[in-house]
């Protein structure tokens, strides 16, 4: 059974900056591209990065190029996202999620994801 | 960027009846275009990709249509389960991959 669990999420200040975690199991980790997806509160989703399995191929969204940074580490068969700069706007729940193919953006599993709340 | 326009915003069907979800993107998509069921307090779930192939364990009664720049998740008679909000996503071009802003399927 494929099973994505984020951590990492919390308060924090604007400015400031959060890791997030997500440690995957129940498939191969190393063969998938891997995203974070987001969701404001009574918001719909908004992509905010992926990688492919191996690192290769990494993309952003816009609004948050330059301040989030992807990464992945297959022997620990896991994914993070390093943010800095936290604004009010990034608070959102952060999604984990896998794609079915090595690179590509189709998401065929979600976790439940981490809250991040950006808050003076 | 694409975007992805979905009506209506809200759809109030009964139980029992057929509900018709459309999405359409500002450019081609090919037929690079999934459907996700997110209800309250969960995780969206993959019902739909390639446009119309049912992903693993989703009921028949899911189907999806269309290429290009129209798309359409029909759902042929709905079920108490099935009340949930529904966003489409084209995955053709990346980054960004793009999802409508949601379809609310309400009791009527």
């Known amino acids: 059974e494929v099973q994505l669990v984020e951590s990492g999420g919390g308060l924090v200040q604007p400015g400031r900056s959060l890791r997030l975690s997500c440690a995957a199991s129940?498939?191969?980790?190393?063969?998938?591209?891997m995203h974070w997806v987001r969701q404001a509160p009574g918001k719909g989703l908004e992509w905010v990065s992926g990688?492919?399995?191996?690192?290769?191929?990494?993309g952003y969204a816009d609004s948050v190029k330059g301040r989030f940074t992807i990464s992945r580490d297959n022997a620990k068969n896991s994914l993070y996202l390093q943010m800095n700069s936290l604004r009010a706007e990034d608070t959102a729940l952060y999604y984990c999620?896998?794609?079915?193919?090595?690179?590509?953006?189709?998401?065929?599993?979600w976790g439940q994801g981490t809250l991040v709340t950006v808050s003076s | 960027e694409i975007v992805m326009t979905q009506s209506p915003a809200t759809l109030s069907v009964s139980p029992g009846e057929r509900a018709t979800l459309s999405c359409r993107a500002s450019q081609s998509v090919s037929s690079n275009l999934a459907w996700y069921q997110q209800k309250p307090g969960q995780a969206p779930r993959l019902l739909i990709y390639g446009a119309s192939t049912r992903a693993t364990g989703i009921p028949a009664r899911f189907s999806g249509s269309g290429s290009g720049t129209e798309f359409t998740l029909t759902i042929s008679s709905l079920q108490s389960e099935d009340f949930a909000v529904y966003y489409c996503?084209?995955?053709?071009?990346?980054?960004?991959?793009?999802f409508g802003q949601g379809t609310k399927v309400e009791i009527k």
């Open positions: 996503q084209q995955y053709n071009n990346w980054p960004p991959p793009t």
């Open positions: 990688i492919s399995w191996n690192s290769g191929s990494i």
């Open positions: 999620a896998k794609s079915p193919g090595i690179v590509g953006a189709l998401i065929d599993y």
């Open positions: 129940g498939f191969t980790f190393d063969d998938y591209a």
